[in-house]
């Protein structure tokens, strides 16, 4: 089975802190994603990498950025938290040729 | 801008009953994938769709493609507390950009 971990269930953070969120697959995925999900707005990408070091920005970039230096790996950074960015962050990967996404158990941020 | 529509938003029902979820566009997507999510967790595939008119059937889920690939539905029969949860539909863009249109989700809650 395909296995996406996620480095934090939840997180509480200051506003201003520079907050890193991690993802983790193991089944040698080409493609990773990083969404973000709010009531009533459903699940809306930030941004998504289709190989190492490649990055493409999604939906709602602003306020993050990310970072993929290994195939497995793909990290999301806010680089100074705002109240605004509390919600639930999902990470997802999937093969390059398919369309069916896997996606970890989350994070839910709060900031304060 | 590609959008999925999801019908009805929420649903409580008794066990045993029958239910149908719906999820439409104005685009046509090349497949479409739905998905269930528990509180607290990433979703989860339940199954992809591919064809115009395609039927699949996972148990007691009916999943069907439209003829012109611009919606699909979700049948529950006999709906049990096991189905409760948030149910998602997503689009694959067709214009190649590797991007996927969620759905705002149905939420379902199966009263035993």
């Known amino acids: 089975d395909v296995k996406v971990t996620q480095s934090s269930r939840y997180l509480v953070k200051r506003t201003g802190e520079k907050v890193f969120l991690e993802c983790v697959q193991d089944m040698d995925h080409e493609n990773m994603f990083w969404y973000r999900q709010d009531p009533g707005l459903g699940l809306r990408l930030i941004y998504f990498?289709?190989?190492?070091?490649?990055?493409e920005k999604g939906d709602i970039p602003e306020g993050y950025s990310v970072s993929r230096e290994k195939k497995e790996r793909f990290s999301l950074i806010l680089e100074s938290a705002s109240t605004n960015q509390t919600s639930m962050y999902l990470c997802?990967?999937?093969?390059?040729?398919?369309?069916?996404?896997?996606f970890g158990p989350g994070t839910r941020l709060t900031v304060l | 801008t590609q959008l999925l529509e999801q019908s009805p938003q929420f649903l409580s029902i008794q066990e045993g009953e029958n239910l149908t979820v719906y999820c439409n566009s104005s685009?046509?997507?090349?497949?479409l994938q739905w998905y269930r999510q528990e509180p607290g967790e990433g979703p989860v595939l339940l199954v992809t769709v591919v064809t115009g008119g395609e039927v699949k059937k996972l148990k007691r889920l009916t999943f069907q493609f439209g003829d012109a690939r611009k919606d699909s539905s979700l049948h529950i029969t006999a709906a049990q507390p096991g189905d409760t949860g948030l149910y998602l539909c997503a689009g694959a863009d067709t214009s190649g950009t590797y991007k996927y249109i969620f759905g705002t989700g149905t939420r379902l809650k199966v009263l035993a």
């Open positions: 997802a990967s999937k093969n390059g040729w398919r369309d069916e996404q896997f």
């Open positions: 685009s046509v997507f090349s497949s």
């Open positions: 990498s289709y190989d190492v070091k490649m990055k």
